[in-house]
């Protein structure tokens, strides 16, 4: 089970935000990779991936966003948040089958 | 290009079997690591990971709806399909194929989506 938090996050413009992904079982796999996602869903749009692997972000994706975290705690991090952030974020794990999403968190603007 | 597009019918009925079309371009379920998935987003309501066809065409599903599912490659090669049996208006949802790399695991590339309401 993929547990996020919080539920709903308002933010200032040009505030750093953090949001909080945590597993029921460890995500490291035999091959010693950590196979947590992190995904956004702008409203009225498909998700869209920003992090692979913990920490390592899609080609396009600005470095104001960031993933850290190990074993079953992950964090999302936008050092600066701007409009176009607004949306659903999503942890997703890889590691297990079956895969699974957490609940989502929703970044709105204050 | 790397393109996905879902395509079905947009109005079931109860008790009927559901079939979803996914039609993929730039790559190949062929090619070593190169996986499909489906995922589901019923509306306002967060995504759930349905099921995934691989380039040894192993399949995995859900737990909870592993007996209603079945993931196949499609007529053309260039085809999943995802059918649903005994389709219930919680059902109700947008359905998403995405790509899926086994050397990370993640949904890198997804479709626009298919809205399907299940109602009588």
């Known amino acids: 089970v993929m547990t996020q938090s919080p539920l709903s996050l308002p933010v200032t413009l040009g505030q750093p935000a953090s949001i909080s992904c945590r597993s029921s079982q460890s995500l490291v796999y035999s091959d010693g990779n950590t196979y947590l996602n992190w995904f956004q869903q702008r409203p009225g749009q498909s998700p869209r991936r920003l992090i692979y692997k913990v920490s390592n972000r899609d080609s396009g994706v600005p470095d104001r966003f960031s993933g850290s975290g190990s074993g079953t705690d992950f964090t999302l991090k936008i050092s600066r948040v701007e409009a176009e952030d607004v949306g659903v974020y999503y942890c997703m794990q890889g590691t297990h089958w079956p895969f699974t999403f957490g609940g989502g968190t929703k970044v709105e603007i204050k | 290009q790397v393109t996905l597009r879902e395509s079905g019918p947009a109005l079931v009925k109860p008790t009927e079997t559901l079939t979803l079309t996914c039609t993929f371009s730039?790559?190949?379920?062929?090619?070593?690591?190169?996986?499909v998935s489906w995922v589901r987003q019923p509306p306002g309501k967060a995504l759930e990971w349905l099921a995934l066809?691989?380039?040894?065409?192993?399949?995995f599903y859900s737990t909870s709806l592993k007996t209603r599912l079945t993931i196949s490659e499609g007529t053309s090669k260039n085809q999943v399909v995802l059918t649903m049996t005994n389709v219930d208006p919680v059902d109700t949802a947008t359905y998403y194929c995405?790509?899926?790399?086994?050397?990370?695991?993640?949904?890198?590339?997804w479709g626009r989506g298919t809205l399907v309401t299940v109602s009588s």
């Open positions: 995405a790509r899926v790399l086994s050397n990370n695991w993640g949904f890198d590339l």
């Open positions: 730039g790559f190949s379920l062929g090619t070593r690591g190169v996986c």
């Open positions: 066809i691989g380039w040894k065409d192993d399949k």
